[in-house]
């Protein structure tokens, strides 16, 4: 049955620039009519520097929760009445929402506004619910030391991996990236790949409709074989990097789940109510589908 809207109707979106094309309506509104969560999510495009005035409006007008994406992640800090440790740490907020007293309030203005980063909890509940990994005493290596890298060594490090080592590009990039992990990382060359145990491609190596879409961050054939491989990528579902793990037999998975599972945390913050994760799996792997076929652009 086809949901209605009412005066009751809560509102919750993504600003950015651009925004059009992001695939966070299809997957928020699939779970609020799953859920029966009477709620909408559209994208909100926000200029560069209006970030502080959305989240301005967001106290004003009520509205619920925002999915915060380039950009704008590091200015919805100085504008959030809260913010978590690992966005602190991080200085990039993905989500703002308001903490659960003031989350039933009739709009007017509100003072608990939070900001989180969900990608980091995203990629470890990724991980496990798709290639059953638990992360305490593994050695991680992340490839890349941008937002999706910092995200994933702050979490590896957090869920316990004894060694997170990162190789990039840009030798100080990874020096700062690698920080993240605390006592537990350092910046690596492709040999310490011989003792990984899980391997992250957060670079953009291997993603349609770029120069690089044929590249491979790194050659799989490199790795043990009980290693596991988690490319962040989605787009396509499987990258040269990804056919040639399905080659040579080593587990591993797409950006989907990371994806899915960083959007569950973010429902969980707006709704205060637990993510209808497999609904929001199908909406995120029919969105990734249907782009790839070429009818909505890449996000
Ligand atoms: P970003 O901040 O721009 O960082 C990109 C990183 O990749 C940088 O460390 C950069 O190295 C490195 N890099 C770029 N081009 C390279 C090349 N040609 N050769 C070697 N290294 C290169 O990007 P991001 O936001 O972290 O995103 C990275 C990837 O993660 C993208 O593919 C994105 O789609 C994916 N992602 C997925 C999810 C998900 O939910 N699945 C979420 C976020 C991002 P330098 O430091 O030297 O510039």
Known sequence: MKRAISGRTQLCGVIGSPVRHSMSPVIYNAAFEHASIDAVFVAMPVAAGQAAAAIEAMRTTGVLGLSVTMPHKFDVIAACDHISDRAQRLQSVNCVYRAAASRNANGGAVDDIVGDSTDGAGFVAGLRAELGIELAGTHCVVLGAGGAARAVIL???EAGAGRVTVINRSPDRAAQAAVLAGDAGKVGS????????????????GMAGTDQAQNMAFDPSLL?????VSDLIYHP?????????????VACQNGVAMLVHQAVVQYEHFTGQPAPIEAMTAAANAVVAERASGQISDS
């Open 190 to 205: 492709p040999d310490d790949l011989a003792t990984a145990d899980v391997v992250v491609n957060s670079t953009p190596l």
């Open 237 to 249: 579902l499987e990258t040269p990097l990804l056919a040639a793990c399905r080659s040579a037999g």
């Open 224 to 228: 043990r074989d009980d290693a596991v």
């Open 155 to 157: 979490a590896a490090a």
